[in-house]
């Protein structure tokens, strides 16, 4: 037992790096500490942080201490006596947990800074109340299709007039860089980035929380800054799929930036060309403007036992157009969103696709040093190619279906003589700064081709004179809800930052095609669509998704997870408030030998309907999913 004869404190503290079912636990202090406060408890032969949620004298618990028989443990150090985390910040913090079904103490974890470095010797702070400016949450699309930054020094300036403090956020470190690249420097302006160092980090956060007035840019991440009078919040290309985060704890920036519009009563502001169908937004800000003429080029289907190995990149007459913009055009573009030489060998008799052995991906013909290489893109396996003879039904008719980046660079060396051509894709840059690299040849060459995959939309588009876009229907195979929203924006966002943009596809009726004349038509007949099958907005979709070596073993589990969910339906008697999808492949059903089945579990109800008992309601059903299973709230795709 804990001695008593100077004065205790029970302390109640939040652990943080804990996966314990109950993450409160109590230990007991010589001093009385403050709600808020960071401190170093033992859990596990280890030393972990933690945050106090309450102090009060060991007398008062003594006796039930003793009763229970067991003992406290001591807090092993204080490392702030101030409250680091702001109320409204807790609350903003349970929000998330809540909705996400994502414990605090995992939340803290990944959205905190480095805990013992950046607060340590951090002082009390108190807020100056005369810094308080009032403002009522509300949420707004405004488009933006005059510069390709969305942020410049006249918005700023604008914000900065204004006082209070605003939080500008960005969805790839590289946009962020490129944007602060281009801004003035001004003292009421900082930018939130990983490399800062804790020193900094604990001298911004001492500065929202006194509640000076300052415009914060950086990643989502900057939305868990402790704001004392958030005044606005500004999502910058707020339409790139880049905010849903494609690891743990999964949080789309966009909804986190509508959460704490709603918890600091904040302005929350999207900045894109258009909007997402899955927002629901009426309100949208600014004049209506046409999309730039994009030039259609029809390709006709041509028998498989007519086809050439290599088929012509793109048809006559769209050749014929590009040769005549080549003169007058000095920056072109070429957006191709596949890697390798051609993305897909079958045959051309049975249809048999060559594929991975490890995967149930299809190959990736690549042209190396004069070989031909088969590889998978999913977990890197490759072989030699093959001779034309097809292993299944030993036919002669292999043929090569698409292109790739490869394929298309060596196709523009012959039509583009004398440009300086770069190849923009995964396959030549790994890290960011091989990225930027390129992307500083193809901008700095006074002619030049810039050959490129959707990895260019992790940085701010470059002008160029022509645009040209290859492969375009394959880019629209995927069998998903959200493929055409995905495209439609692509090709607005390449169409706006060019003079002339050509596309070849073989079926021009698309709706896609019509929404780059009529956005406006495309997202009320994709709201029509959604609403007829119950697609987001006008449900919640949540994603389960569980990985074996055994397929059988995935699709038994997951099958018991759809039972037991229905089971907890009819016992809280919302059977017809939600819908269980039975488990069904992933789109790569194989990676690495691991099988990979999804189940769905449906929302019935309009996003502006969902109430917190709803979302209580979803939680008691994920609280069946057993360890091992990932789940994702409001995935950007089903598959």
């Not at 007991?28 to 408890?41: I, N, P």
């Not at 290599?310 to 007459?317: A, F, I, S, T």
Request: positive net charge.
């Amino acid at each position: 037992m804990v001695s008593t004869n100077s004065p205790m404190y029970t302390i109640k503290a939040l652990v943080i790096e804990s996966s314990l079912p109950d993450p409160i636990l109590i230990y007991y202090a010589k001093e009385d500490l403050s709600r808020g406060s960071l401190v170093v408890v033992p859990l596990r032969n280890k030393l972990v942080p933690a945050f106090v949620m309450e102090s009060s004298p060991l007398l008062d618990r003594k006796l039930s201490i003793k009763q229970a028989g067991y003992s406290l443990q001591r807090v092993t150090r204080v490392i702030t006596y101030a409250p680091i985390i702001s109320p409204r910040q807790k609350i903003f913090f349970e929000r998330l947990s809540f909705y996400y079904h994502v414990s605090i103490p995992s939340l803290l974890k990944f959205l905190l800074p480095p805990i013992q470095k950046t607060f340590l010797h951090f002082p009390i702070v108190q807020p100056k109340t005369d810094r308080i400016t009032p403002h009522v949450f509300s949420i707004v699309f405004r488009s933006v299709h005059d510069s390709p930054y969305m942020i410049d020094d006249a918005l700023l300036q604008r914000l900065s007039e204004e006082g209070g403090q605003h939080c500008i956020i960005f969805p790839t470190h590289a946009i962020l860089s490129e944007t602060l690249a281009r801004l003035a420097p001004s003292q009421h302006i900082v930018a939130y980035k990983k490399s800062m160092k804790a020193k900094e980090v604990r001298e911004l956060w001492i500065r929202i929380l006194q509640g000076e007035p300052v415009v914060v840019l950086g990643l989502p991440s900057a939305l868990y800054l402790p704001w004392q009078y958030l005044c606005s919040v500004h999502v910058a290309h707020a339409s790139r799929e880049l905010y849903n985060s494609s690891s743990f704890p999964f949080i789309d920036g966009v909804r986190a930036a509508r959460e704490a519009g709603m918890i600091y009563n904040a302005r929350v502001v999207l900045l894109d060309v258009l909007p997402r169908v899955g927002w629901g937004l009426s309100n949208h800000e600014g004049s209506r403007f046409a999309l730039p003429t994009i030039t259609l080029f029809t390709e006709h289907s041509i028998p498989s036992w007519h086809m050439p190995q290599e088929r012509p990149l793109w048809p006559d007459v769209m050749r014929n157009a590009i040769i005549q913009k080549r003169d007058s055009a000095k920056k072109i573009l070429i957006f191709v969103n596949r890697r390798g030489y051609i993305p897909l060998v079958a045959c051309a008799s049975c249809g048999y696709t060559y594929a991975c052995p490890k995967c149930s991906a299809g190959f990736t013909l690549h042209k190396e040093k004069g070989a031909l290489l088969l590889r998978c893109h999913r977990c890197g396996y490759e072989e030699v190619s093959p001779h034309d003879v097809c292993p299944l039904c030993h036919g002669f008719f292999t043929r090569w279906y698409g292109a790739g980046t490869a394929r298309v660079i060596q196709e523009s060396l012959q039509l583009f003589p004398g440009y300086t051509h770069v190849q923009f894709d995964s396959d030549v840059a790994h890290t960011n700064l091989q990225e930027e690299k390129l992307l500083d040849t193809f901008l700095y060459a006074e002619h030049a081709v810039l050959v490129t995959t959707e990895l260019l939309f992790k940085h701010i588009l470059p002008a160029s004179d022509l645009t040209l876009v290859v492969d375009v229907d394959r880019m629209m195979n995927i069998p998903d809800f959200s493929t055409e929203e995905r495209m439609v924006y692509r090709l607005s966002a390449l169409g706006m930052r060019s003079r002339c943009c050509m596309i070849s596809t073989h079926n021009p009726d698309r709706a896609v095609f019509r929404a780059l004349t009529d956005p406006s038509q495309f997202f009320e007949d994709e709201l029509a669509n959604r609403k007829r099958y119950e697609f987001p907005p006008y449900c919640e979709i949540v994603r389960v998704t569980y990985a074996h070596k055994d397929k059988r073993r995935v699709q038994e589990l997951l099958v018991h997870i759809a039972n037991d969910m229905r089971k907890v339906l009819t016992k809280i008697q919302k059977e017809h408030e939600f819908e269980i999808i039975d488990p069904f492949p992933a789109y790569v059903e194989r990676i690495h030998n691991r099988y990979q089945y999804h189940l769905l579990v449906k929302m019935k109800k309009n996003i502006c309907e969902r109430t917190d008992a709803d979302i209580a309601a979803r939680n008691t059903l994920l609280r069946t999913i057993p360890q091992g299973c990932t789940i994702i709230i409001e995935p950007p795709s089903i598959f």
